[in-house]
């Protein structure tokens, strides 16, 4: 109920997805979902995923049927899991250091102290030069090391990219776990997941605070319910 509300609340697609894994957790580790439920279970998210799109007011224009918003809604969907990050990353490569001098670790100071310095962010550097005018296309952590320190940049996210993956096999090879703790881990490796697609900070920026309030609700309901169980 969290996630729905964060995803209906803030236009963010990304919680709606947090369901997702959630219930792939339980199909397969746990077997407490048919695949009769999981498919109707996919065709809601897959309908969430475009209602939120479509409230997000990119397509509420005029010209245009409902039928053609809601295609236009799913096209749009795939295209931001499947093909936008990985087109801002390949031009990366090519927009730096030809057209601009690598940003040694620039990138990573706005995303923690702050644009103190009022320079222009990565994100709209490449929006700029692939598109024009003004607007945010972040790459990949990948593109993002190459932007910061060239080459080398490339070496260490294969370094961090072998941390994170120890960090989740660990995790996902605890045993006796409750189906509480299985979706708590679910939620950490998909917001570590998170750092590969947007960027090395992303969890501290937009998955940290989230995993904090999720558990924080969790225990509160968990200790009412308690509560009013023992008072019964």
């Known amino acids: 109920m969290f996630c729905l509300v964060i995803a209906f609340g803030s236009g963010s697609r990304m919680f709606v997805m947090h369901l997702l894994i959630f219930s792939?957790?339980?199909?397969?580790?746990?077997?407490?979902?048919?695949?009769d439920a999981v498919f109707k279970f996919l065709l809601f998210i897959t309908i969430l995923l475009v209602l939120s799109t479509v409230a997000l007011g990119r397509f509420l224009v005029d010209g245009y049927t409902p039928v053609q918003?809601?295609?236009?809604?799913?096209?749009r969907?795939?295209?931001?899991?499947?093909?936008?990050?990985?087109?801002?990353t390949s031009y990366v490569f090519e927009f730096f250091?030809?057209?601009h001098e690598y940003l040694t670790g620039e990138s990573y100071f706005q995303?923690?102290?702050?644009?103190?310095?009022?320079?222009?962010?990565?994100?709209?550097?490449?929006?700029?030069?692939?598109v024009g005018g003004s607007g945010t296309a972040g790459p990949q952590t990948f593109g993002e090391f190459y932007a910061n320190f060239g080459p080398i940049g490339v070496i260490l996210c294969f370094c961090v990219g072998f941390i994170l993956q120890v960090i989740s096999i660990l995790m996902i090879r605890?045993?006796?776990?409750?189906?509480?703790?299985?979706?708590?881990?679910?939620?950490?490796?998909?917001?570590?997941?998170?750092i590969g697609y947007g960027k090395l900070l992303s969890f501290k920026t937009?998955?940290?605070h989230v995993l904090v309030t999720f558990i924080t609700m969790n225990l509160i309901v968990l200790s009412v319910v308690k509560y009013a169980s023992e008072e019964n």
């Open 97 to 99: 250091p030809d057209e």
């Open 206 to 208: 937009y998955g940290l």
């Open 77 to 88: 969907i795939i295209e931001r899991v499947l093909l936008t990050k990985g087109v801002v």
């Open 24 to 35: 792939a957790v339980l199909f397969f580790f746990y077997n407490t979902l048919t695949k």
């Open 174 to 194: 605890v045993k006796s776990m409750s189906p509480l703790k299985a979706a708590y881990m679910a939620y950490f490796i998909f917001l570590l997941g998170l």
């Open 69 to 75: 918003i809601i295609f236009m809604a799913i096209t």
């Open 111 to 130: 995303a923690l102290l702050g644009n103190m310095n009022d320079n222009i962010p990565l994100s709209q550097l490449m929006f700029s030069y692939i």
